[in-house]
């Protein structure tokens, strides 16, 4: 199992946090760094939190090991063009450790807020797909050979497609949602990885049913397309503390406390492999409070040998 520590930093973050935050989760043995792609707080409480690819080049000038990524980059907010030489340049700087989430978008306050257009559903979905053929091709064009397209909402014309991404033939892509037919269809033609956000661990065998049907129909085996989920955590030493971490995660979903990493850390291993039986190769950790490094040393501590 990969275990990785997803943040949210438009809950309220400073950069130092952010920094200290992915050094501590290389130096104490996690897989990987990740964050939200928002430029608004979720629950109505507003908090500082800066571009998700600005971030992550920092990060890779910072760290030399752990995967960096973004869990999901929304489609809404930047053209394919520039996003792909965005992603590519993290690359380079990271040395080949960039992993990109990308999604539609959804939250339509922030897009509001910050003058980004917010097409109806079936656009954006139209124009997600058309983006991932625009971004996938500008990665994958020969060196010294040119990528042109012409679609329904973008054109590019003999682009050099550059620069080209450290990883070959590209950064690894990773999808998600809950749909049964366009996202597992789309997960099945580009994506590496497929990720479920706070999943009950039966909602992970019926969306597989869902994949491996887009799989077959897309001529692809099942068995090359990653399962991962965002599980929420709360990890104590007694149960004093574990119910102060929980009381923490009261401000989410309670579908998502239900389904989390909740408990002692003999409960946290015990219900990480019922998610490793359904099939979950890799876990990202949020936490309310996700600048706490005790939390995460004691989780490293305690539970992320046995689970690796």
Not at 193 to 217: H, M
Request: glycine share 10%.
């Amino acid at each position: 199992m990969e275990v990785h520590v997803f943040t949210n930093p438009q809950q309220g973050s400073t950069h130092e946090q952010l920094v200290v935050t992915a050094k501590a989760a290389e130096d104490l043995g996690f897989d990987g760094f990740f964050r939200a792609d928002h430029y608004r707080a979720l629950g109505g409480i507003e908090g500082s939190s800066g571009d998700a690819w600005v971030t992550l080049g920092a990060l890779a000038a910072e760290t030399s090991r752990i995967r960096l990524g973004t869990l999901v980059t929304s489609a809404t907010f930047r053209f394919p063009g520039p996003l792909a030489v965005t992603v590519a340049q993290v690359d380079e700087i990271s040395r080949g450790r960039v992993e990109f989430g990308f999604g539609t978008g959804y939250f339509e306050d922030e897009h509001r807020a910050y003058g980004i257009p917010f097409p109806v559903t079936a656009e954006r979905f139209a124009r997600f797909e058309e983006q991932l053929a625009i971004l996938t091709g500008l990665w994958t064009t020969p060196a010294g050979a040119t990528f042109s397209h012409r679609g329904e909402f973008y054109e590019l014309t003999d682009s050099p497609a550059l620069p080209k991404p450290v990883q070959r033939p590209r950064p690894p892509i990773i999808i998600g949602g809950r749909g049964r037919k366009k996202t597992p269809r789309l997960a099945a033609r580009y994506a590496d990885e497929f990720n479920l956000a706070f999943p009950a661990v039966e909602e992970i065998f019926d969306q597989d049913l869902y994949l491996r049907a887009a799989c077959a129909e897309a001529g692809r085996d099942p068995g090359t397309l990653r399962r991962s989920a965002v599980l929420l955590l709360a990890c104590g030493r007694d149960h004093a503390e574990v119910a102060r971490r929980t009381e923490a995660l009261a401000a989410y979903v309670p579908e998502a406390l239900e389904h989390g990493l909740v408990g002692s850390p003999a409960e946290v291993v015990d219900r990480i492999g019922q998610f490793a039986d359904a099939g979950i190769t890799r876990i990202y950790l949020q936490t309310p409070q996700q600048f706490d490094l005790d939390h995460w040393e004691f989780f490293a501590d305690e539970v992320l040998q046995q689970v690796k």
